[in-house]
């Protein structure tokens, strides 16, 4: 998520799935242009424009899909690559004054006692980091002291010496516009509802429960939190995790193992990759939001079984995101359904960014395509983003939970949730819902929906390249220049407005993006104001690449689907 | 893994300059032959399938995977968790019944502590309940900061990070430095989260016998042999011993000073999880390093949660800035999750404040664990597992049934039968098929500041009542 390249990220790169994307990203034709090409003939930058996907997919969408993905230009590749290209040069140069001590090593060193030790780290893998992320590292990180709301207050502080340390000056920067916080409606509150109920619960609870919930921490609450969520979701029977990342991370292993396939999408989340392997699972990569990549894997999985036994998969696990949180991109479930229905595969949703984001009532992906929750096997999602708290879910049917309940990491070994969190999310939930007697939870729905649809066609029109479908509220803004991610970060905040920008490698070397997080909680002025800025670094910065393009059909063969075995 | 292959290459290339001559000659020709074949004649090798679309269509039409869960049959239904309404504080209400509560982890007593709750509530007040997003994006709060620096300060070492789950800390924190190819030495007894954080790394992982440094020594014996025959490779395979402050799954303390020694004797690296052993152990609470009076610059790494001690949600590591910087973008769980909430974040800092202003907390739960120690000596068929300091230890069966299901159910009655009586107590439960060295089971019993001489007294009676009653029970039934 962050741009990271440290020891481990590469090690990530060499075995994880995000590792041809990045080879991928070598070949500047190849790249950025379109992400799905199945199905689609034509796609337009304006949505007044748009060919509407039903009528290519035998009428299974119920309704538009609209997805773009503009082709990177040409010169703006080139200008890329010899923007690495010149950092790299840079930092060779400059370890080569650092090993000859021209230049003082702000690195943090081993101890002396132990520098015959077997390096904890080795050299270059941290060339990224000290030589490319340090340089804007000011970008990521940046503490806030107050509610993560619609505008929150940025904590100052300077670096004298080029970003390794930082001081804070004691200053704070009030009132900035948070573009960048997961807070989809609204409910990082201090005050209201949501907050007076947590309130209460944290004088008679306390904080904590030491214990986990198979020992002394099922809660009523947590039972109550979690028939809450079945009844939401629209399932038999809810879970309730302590932390968003550990529920995909603990609870797949749970549920398939030695001699199951598992098809994962090639941008899913770390903590899905996570569990995919600790499952011990054989895991095949589909390209992102990719059905006849998917179809032809789900086709050749079952026809020639397990390799060298060739004995039939156990069970095929399809795991999939609703929201994809770097892309933009909406999960094109109905076609994922009816290939895991023709499949007889298993259907595993992370909904952590879709939950309360999409759909009319918030129900997530599945209610935004008008589909039935039963043919999802698996509906995780967490608490994080839209209600304002913490913690994960998994619902699907009541064998399925009866024997996470018995089965999942997460229940047997970690603590449980926190009570405070737990009142935040029934009561955030129960607006949502429309519980409370008020109209609140649809208003704030709305409102997202309209704030997203609103953003994204300014920015369109502005010629900035964005990514992903038209009624996501994640907007990611094409920046591609490495020195440009800084710069914008920057620039921006310096305009009161806080954004992410992100590098690789959580994205391919070539696409850095700034990304914008919508929420209820933003008005018109804001957004508008936000605009406005952004339109004047975009000048600034020349980042309107946009030439309204069409992005062309692309049906390139997808030769570069890879395995994953755990030895 | 690179360094690896490009070691392979060396020696590769330096095989060819002593290969003799003749030797030489004859791979070059089997090189030309090998070419001649590749470029003489197509072969066409067998298809990895030539089934026809029909074939294939039959195929899939045919198979038939497995449940997504296994079938519960209707006499297996699954087991029912014990519910607590309200609190899990000193007085707690198990399936309606109020008790006095011996099983969670509240050690300090904090979880219900006024001044805890106020600090949360100010911070709810001033922050909300959620972040809304993971450290990098606008997750770091001021508190956040404010917190590792008063846990760096607290454990005496230069740098603290917080994760926001105790569980992710220690599973995050190993695959950051140990990665594939790399060697892990690690107690039989290590608990669950550790053994994730293993299987995350792929690193080659030894096992020791449970605190047995003889055994220990004898592993890195082996890998010293293996080095001396192999030191290229040995040059680049980091190694790491990771341990227990206070196993969870046994209660005993691990042998700091002479892991200590082993590290500097064989140069291997300590990575040690202070979940139970923090805010417990040494005159401070500084965990099983001031305990030892162990320096704690030598050990490279420490990871504790701030779940069971400091009464609040999420976990820590702490030692040099060398080190734990690295988790900063390597750590999985902490880069990738959404940050702790500052609430939670708040609570901790007031604990800690508690924890610096009062040491006698920490003398009065070492008394505690003795007087209850002792009182549960020699009740028949049950053995006391676990350090007399130790605030959670374990009741074992001293002869099992056999079975473990039957031990499991002997327990529970135990417990039943504790519980009917106001004492709240819980088996130490495994995910049986998960763990690598099973423990058998248990009851675990957990001492709290706030439980008074007079309960431990009625809790120890109580058991041995129990003990008799049910075992006595058993044996007569059978």
Not at chain 1, 537 to 564: I, M, W
Request: a neutral charge.
């Amino acid at each position: 998520m962050l741009i990271r390249m440290t020891e481990s990220s590469v090690k990530k790169l060499s075995n994880g799935d995000r590792c041809y994307r990045t080879s991928n990203g070598v070949k500047p034709g190849k790249n950025g242009c379109v992400k799905n090409h199945y199905l689609h003939q034509k796609q337009h930058c304006y949505p007044e424009e748009k060919i509407y996907h039903v009528a290519h997919n035998g009428g299974l969408y119920k309704r538009p899909f609209n997805e773009v993905f503009e082709e990177t230009p040409m010169l703006v590749a080139v200008l890329t690559y010899m923007g690495y290209g010149i950092l790299t040069l840079f930092g060779y140069l400059r370890d080569f004054m650092r090993d000859w001590k021209i230049e003082k090593c702000q690195n943090a060193t081993e101890r002396e006692e132990q520098k015959d030790f077997v390096p904890l780290y080795q050299d270059f893998e941290n060339f990224y980091t000290r030589n490319l992320y340090m340089r804007i590292r000011d970008s990521w990180n940046r503490p806030i002291c107050s509610v993560p709301g619609a505008k929150f207050d940025v904590m100052d502080r300077v670096s004298y010496d080029y970003n390794w340390t930082f001081k804070y000056t004691g200053k704070v920067v009030k009132d900035v516009i948070n573009m960048g916080s997961y807070n989809y409606l609204g409910f990082a509150e201090n005050h209201g509802l949501c907050a007076d109920a947590a309130a209460d619960v944290t004088m008679k609870y306390g904080v904590g429960v030491s214990s986990t919930r198979r020992e002394m921490g099922n809660l009523a609450k947590h039972e109550e939190l979690e028939k809450l969520v079945a009844r939401f979701l629209g399932v038999e029977a809810a879970m309730a995790f302590g932390m968003g990342f550990a529920t995909n991370s603990m609870n797949i292993p749970a549920l398939v193992g030695k001699g199951c396939l598992i098809l994962s999408d090639e941008l899913n989340h770390a903590s899905l990759v996570l569990g995919a392997r600790l499952s011990g699972a054989t895991i095949r990569v589909f390209k992102h939001n990719n059905m006849q990549s998917l179809e032809k894997l789900l086709r050749d999985a079952i026809v020639h079984g397990q390799p060298r036994t060739h004995r039939p998969w156990k069970k095929i696990l399809i795991l999939v995101e609703g929201i994809y949180s770097m892309e933009g991109s909406i999960i094109r479930l109905p076609e994922v359904i009816a290939l895991k229905k023709k499949y007889k595969a298993f259907l595993y949703l992370d909904e952590a960014h879709s939950i309360g984001a999409l759909g009319p009532s918030g129900k997530g992906v599945v209610e935004y395509f008008g589909l039935d929750p039963k043919d999802v096997d698996i509906m995780m999602g967490t608490f994080t983003k839209s209600f304002g708290a913490a913690g994960g879910y998994i619902g699907g049917k009541k064998e399925l939970i009866d024997y996470l309940f018995t089965h999942s990491h997460s229940a047997v070994y970690a603590t449980s949730m926190s009570p405070p969190v737990v009142e935040q999310i029934i009561t955030s939930m129960k607006c949502i819902m429309g519980e409370d007697g008020t109209t609140f939870g649809r208003d704030r729905i709305q409102q997202l929906a309209e704030n997203t649809r609103y953003f994204r066609r300014k920015l369109q029109e502005m010629g900035f390249i964005i990514y992903g479908n038209n009624d996501s509220p994640v907007v990611p803004l094409m920046l591609y220049m490495p020195a440009k991610i800084g710069a914008f970060g920057r620039e921006m905040l310096k305009r009161n407005i806080g954004v992410v920008v992100v590098g690789f490698p959580a994205t391919p070397i070539i696409e850095s993006r700034a990304r914008f997080c919508l929420s209820a909680a933003h008005t018109k002025e804001m957004l508008d104001t936000a605009l406005r800025m952004i339109s004047e670094v975009g000048d600034l910065l020349q980042l309107k690449y946009s030439r309204h393009l069409l992005v062309p059909l692309l049906d390139r063969p997808f030769e570069t689907t890879y395995e994953e075995n755990e030895e | 893994m690179a360094s690896g292959q490009q070691w392979v290459l060396v020696e590769m290339v330096q095989a060819f300059y002593e290969a003799p001559a003749y030797h030489l000659i004859l791979e070059g020709f089997l090189i030309l032959w090998i070419v001649r074949l590749l470029f003489s004649k197509t072969y066409k090798l067998q298809e990895r399938s030539d089934l026809t679309e029909k074939e294939k269509e039959e195929l899939i039409e045919d198979w038939q995977p497995e449940p997504l869960v296994p079938l519960v049959s209707k006499d297996h239904p699954p087991p029912k968790y014990d519910v607590v309404s309200g609190p899990t504080s000193h007085k707690i209400i198990v399936n309606g019944k109020e008790c006095i509560n011996f099983a969670s982890f509240n050690f300090l007593g904090l979880l219900d502590n006024e001044r805890v709750k106020n600090q949360a509530l100010t911070s709810l007040r001033k922050y909300g309940v959620g972040t809304c997003g993971p450290r990098g994006f606008y997750g770091t709060f001021d508190v956040h900061l404010e917190l590792e620096e008063r846990l760096a300060k607290f454990m005496r070492t230069e740098e603290a990070i917080i994760y926001s789950y105790g569980f992710a800390t220690i599973a995050s924190a190993i695959p950051a430095y140990s990665k594939r190819g790399d060697i892990v030495f690690v107690d039989e007894a290590a608990c669950f989260s550790i053994q994730k954080g293993l299987q995350a790394s792929r690193s080659n992982i030894k096992y020791f016998k449970h605190n047995d440094m003889d055994d220990l020594e004898r592993l890195l014996k082996e890998l010293e042999t293996e080095d001396q025959e192999n030191p290229r490779k040995a040059r680049v395979t980091r190694r790491f011993i990771v341990v227990e402050g206070l196993y969870i799954n046994t209660g005993d303390i691990c042998p700091l000073p002479e892991l200590v020694q082993l590290k500097y004797k064989y140069k291997v690296r300590i990575l040690l999880e202070e979940s139970l052993s923090f805010g417990v152990l040494g005159e401070h609470g500084r965990g099983v390093t001031e305990h030892f009076g162990v320096n704690i610059d030598d050990i490279d790494l420490i990871s504790a949660n701030m779940e069971n001690s400091l009464a609040s949600i999420g976990g820590f590591c702490c030692g040099r800035s060398f080190v734990i910087d690295h988790q900063r973008l390597s750590g999985q769980g902490y880069c990738f999750s959404a940050s702790l909430p500052p609430m939670l974040a708040a609570a901790a800092i007031e604990a800690l404040n508690i924890m610096e202003e009062d040491i006698d907390i920490f003398r009065l739960l070492r008394d505690k664990c003795k007087h209850i120690h002792s009182a549960l000596q020699g009740i028949s068929g049950l053995e006391v597992v676990g350090e007399s300091i130790s605030p959670a230890f374990h009741l074992q069966l001293e002869k099992s049934t056999g079975s473990r299901e039957l031990d499991v159910k002997l327990l529970r009655g135990i417990i039943d039968y504790c519980m009917n009586r106001q004492i709240a107590l819980t088996q130490a439960h495994y995910l049986d098929k998960e763990e690598r060295f099973l423990p058998p089971p248990s009851i675990r019993v957990v001492v709290t500041i706030e439980q008074t001489e007079e309960e431990l007294e009625k809790a120890a009676s109580l058991i041995k009542e129990a003990a008799q009653h049910i075992l006595q029970h058993t044996v007569l039934g059978h």
